[in-house]
Every structure is written in C-alpha cells, then in structure tokens.
Nanobody
Framework: QVQLVESGGGLVQAGGSLRLSCAAS????????MAWFRQAPGKEREFVAA????????YYADSAKGRFTISRDNAKNTVYLQMNSLKLEDTAVYYC??????????????????WGQGTQVTVSS
C-alpha cells in the first residue's frame, strides 16, 4: 500500500523560507515521478514541481522557478520542497503526489495515482 505523508508546513512571513517533506512508503522510490501540487482557497489544485529519474531531472511551474527546489533523499524515501522568498500568493495547501512510471503530462492532476493528505503553508505580510 502506497502512503505519502507530508510535513513541514506552517506560518511564515513574506520573504521567508520553509522546507516541506514527503515521506513515501510502499513504492519503488527511485522510479516514476514525485511531485508537489498546491491548492489555494477558492482555486484549483495546481502543479508546483516534479522530480523523476531518481531526482536527476526536475521540472517547475513558472511561479516556482528560481524560488523553489524539489529534491530527494532516496535512502530515506523522502522528497522535499525547499521554498525561499515566499510570497503571499504562495499561501495554499501543498500536496505530495506520486506515480510509478514516467508521464509526459506530469503537470496534470490526473497523471498521479497517489496523493498525500496535504500540509498548510500560510505566508503573512
């Protein structure tokens, strides 16, 4: 049974940093795609970042480029999202997602088979 458990969310001031973690179990962690999505109040869930080839290849939404970094610790079966220079508009529930094989539509919610429960990130002014 695949499980994804996020942690690391919280309240941070604009310009600050947070690191989210997603601990995965029940899957071959070095295969497939691990990703982060987020959902702000009243908005649809959106792609943030993805990692494949065991972390060798990464992809980012334009809103995340230059500020967020997705990384993996394969020994710990954990994927991270380091978020720097946080803005008010980064406030959202952040979700970890996984699929077991590569997919070209990695930015699409429907591409992922497994989801975590989400962790709240609130950026204040």
């Amino acid at each position: 049974q695949v499980q994804l458990v996020e942690s690391g969310g919280g309240l941070v001031q604009a310009g600050g940093s947070l690191r989210l973690s997603c601990a995965a179990s029940g899957l071959t962690f070095t295969s497939g795609v691990m990703a982060w999505f987020r959902q702000a109040p009243g908005k649809e869930r959106e792609f943030v970042a993805a990692s494949t080839r065991g972390g060798l290849i990464t992809y980012y939404a334009d809103s995340a480029k230059g500020r967020f970094t997705i990384s993996r610790d394969n020994a710990k079966n954990t994927v991270y999202l380091q978020m720097n220079s946080l803005k008010l508009e980064d406030t959202a529930v952040y979700y970890c997602a996984a699929r077991l094989t590569w997919a070209y539509d990695y930015t699409s919610l429907g591409a992922y088979n497994y989801w975590g429960q989400g962790t709240q990130v609130t950026v204040s002014s």
